[in-house]
């Protein structure tokens, strides 16, 4: 497993494309209704630019949009509808390093998390404390392209990670990168026991 700090997201995943991801787009609104029906907040962990963020909002969920920097998120939101006035309602924002402040949701707190394109393993401890029972994780990785390979978990490790606390509902893996290296592309749906 590699130590290296993740980086930011890389600008062709998110800041050029504004559509939601696939995974998101297929299992989101399952993820909303559970939320909604709970009166629960969505996090979209390393949310650049809004993009789940903005979708998982338009199907009804209170979406608590994560990053360490929230240029992007805030120049979506301008763009989308020519004031902050939207980040009042659904959107809340949360400015935070993952990496290396302290994860600040409780017990049980919220409905749903989505994670794409940012791996930090440590945060799936606090996914299964702060997800409700019953609530869904949506996790992909970064897509392997080029050198980003470095940034993928090994095969078979998220769901190492996810076993004790979730139930499987969706898992998909493509290796990516040298063989010797085991990377290996990451989408899953889960659902906490």
Not at 14 to 19: A, G, K, T, Y
Not at 115 to 141: D, K, M, Q, T, W
């Amino acid at each position: 497993m590699s130590t290296r700090r993740p980086s930011a997201k890389s600008p062709q995943c998110d800041e050029q494309n504004s559509e939601p991801s696939v995974l998101v787009r297929k299992f989101g609104s399952l993820l909303a209704n559970f939320a909604r029906d709970r009166d629960k907040p969505i996090l979209d962990v390393a949310c650049g630019a809004g993009r789940n963020a903005f979708f998982l909002s338009q199907l009804g969920g209170t979406v608590i949009c994560i990053d360490r920097d929230l240029t992007g998120l805030k120049s979506a939101t301008r763009f989308r509808n020519g004031t902050e006035s939207e980040l009042q309602g659904s959107l809340k924002m949360c400015q935070l390093d993952l990496a290396a402040e302290t994860w600040p949701f409780g017990e049980s707190s919220v409905g749903g998390i989505v994670n794409v394109h940012f791996f930090l393993p440590s945060l799936f401890s606090h996914f299964c404390r702060s997800l409700s029972a019953g609530g869904y994780l949506i996790f992909e990785s970064v897509p392997g392209h080029g050198g980003n390979y470095l940034e993928l978990p090994t095969s078979g490790y998220v769901l190492s990670l996810l076993t004790n606390c979730f139930e499987i509902e969706f898992y998909k893996e493509r290796t990516a990168g040298p063989l010797v290296m085991n990377r290996a592309v990451t989408k899953v749906v889960a659902k906490r026991r």
